[in-house]
């Protein structure tokens, strides 16, 4: 199969989908694969790295497209990049389209193949390829929170961790999935109070299992929810009902219940975000304030932190290539 991988141009975007070890291994098994030289850079992999592994490089986008039958990409293509999908393509990349029936509905016009990244699934019936960016994307929330809470930058200038003799502040994380238990690991490990709500028994057990009493959790409902907001500094949204907008889980007048200068990051904003009053933001200008919160709601998170996130998400790509090109997965 010819394989392309052009180069992210979504806001701030430095990952790539394959490292040059994985093009080598497409390569070695029969398949085509171009990338555009300036794919990888971001992620610390030069265009020699990709051409030694095997690939070929072709210098813009739309060389890379026509060349190719499977896009393999990151993040969803944006409004410059329609035009130079095909019907005869596939478009292997994450795609959140239940928040963008936009690009849906021109994959259908267009009658382009897509498998999303986020909906194949494991024997077990996990998501393993959006795994590992939402275990990113936890982590990455508290460290996002904590900045913002400083004064400097806006906040209520709240230290999570608090000192000896002032009580470390709370964070309240909505969902205990692959973000939330993430978010809580980092939260916890900072010393932060931290409380965590999921609608699943399940998920709350294994994060309990997993943190013991450094976590305190609660079966999430909207009366929970309220109930926690008054003396939360962080939020973290977290939910994910696989194929569906992310359920909101706070509304416009939850939101006066949180105290002024606190922060929200909503990583379920890829889905459409789970705070009533999110709406997307960029790495360029991450948050913007509603009544004195603040709110960060990045879509690609992952995507400063190429050097890791691309190497995490190539091995998970290259692992389930095959079932998703025998359709036997997605
Ligand atoms: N912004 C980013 O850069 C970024 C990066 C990675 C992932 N994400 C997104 O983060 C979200 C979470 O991903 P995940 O991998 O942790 O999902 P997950 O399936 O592992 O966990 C989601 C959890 O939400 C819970 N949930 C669903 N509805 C709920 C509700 N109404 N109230 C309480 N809990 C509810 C589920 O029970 C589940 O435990 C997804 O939308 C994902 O796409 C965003």
């Known amino acids: 199969m010819r394989i392309g991988i052009p180069k992210e141009i979504k806001n701030h975007e430095y990952r790539v989908a394959l490292t040059p070890d994985a093009v080598a291994a497409l390569v070695r098994q029969g398949h085509e694969v171009a990338v555009q030289p300036t794919a990888g850079v971001g992620?610390?992999?030069?265009?020699?790295?990709?051409?030694?592994?095997?690939?070929?490089?072709?210098?813009?986008?739309?060389?890379?497209?026509?060349?190719?039958?499977?896009?393999?990409?990151?993040k969803e293509p944006q409004p410059e990049e329609y035009s130079l999908l095909r019907s005869d393509h596939t478009l292997f990349c994450f795609l959140h389209l239940a928040a963008n029936p936009g690009l849906e509905n021109y994959l259908k016009v267009h009658r382009t193949r897509y498998i999303p990244f986020e909906q194949v699934r494991d024997g077990q019936g996990g998501l393993p390829i959006l795994a590992p960016m939402s275990e990113i994307a936890g982590r990455l929330a508290v460290q996002a929170g904590a900045h913002w809470l400083e004064k400097?930058?806006?906040?209520?200038?709240?230290?999570l961790a608090g000192v000896p003799g002032v009580e470390p502040g709370k964070v309240l994380v909505i969902g205990a999935g692959n973000v939330g238990t993430q978010a809580a690991i980092m939260a916890a490990g900072q010393g932060a109070r931290?409380?965590?709500?999921?609608?699943?028994?399940?998920?709350?057990?294994?994060?309990?299992?997993?943190?013991?009493?450094?976590?305190?959790?609660?079966?999430?409902?909207?009366?929970?929810?309220?109930?926690?907001?008054?003396?939360?500094?962080l939020v973290v949204g977290a939910v994910l009902v696989p194929g569906q907008p992310a359920p909101k889980v706070i509304s416009r007048d939850d939101l006066q219940r949180l105290r002024p200068g606190r922060v929200l990051v909503d990583v379920a904003i890829d889905e459409g975000g789970c705070f009533a009053t999110s709406r997307p933001t960029t790495h360029t200008e991450p948050v913007f304030e509603v009544e004195g919160?603040?709110?960060?709601?990045?879509?690609?998170?992952?995507?400063?932190?190429?050097?890791?996130?691309?190497?995490?998400l190539s091995a998970m790509v290259l692992r389930y290539l095959p079932e998703v090109l025998a359709g036997t997965s997605a």
């Open 43 to 74: 992620a610390g992999f030069t265009g020699a790295d990709y051409e030694q592994a095997g690939a070929k490089l072709l210098l813009d986008a739309r060389s890379v497209y026509n060349f190719a039958e499977l896009i393999i990409k990151v």
């Open 152 to 159: 400097a930058q806006g906040g209520a200038g709240v230290l």
């Open 194 to 233: 931290v409380v965590v709500l999921d609608r699943n028994r399940a998920a709350l057990q294994r994060i309990q299992q997993l943190l013991g009493f450094r976590v305190e959790t609660a079966l999430a409902s909207p009366e929970v929810i309220r109930r926690h907001l008054p003396d939360a500094d």
């Open 293 to 312: 919160r603040l709110h960060y709601c990045v879509a690609n998170m992952p995507g400063v932190v190429p050097q890791t996130a691309s190497r995490a």
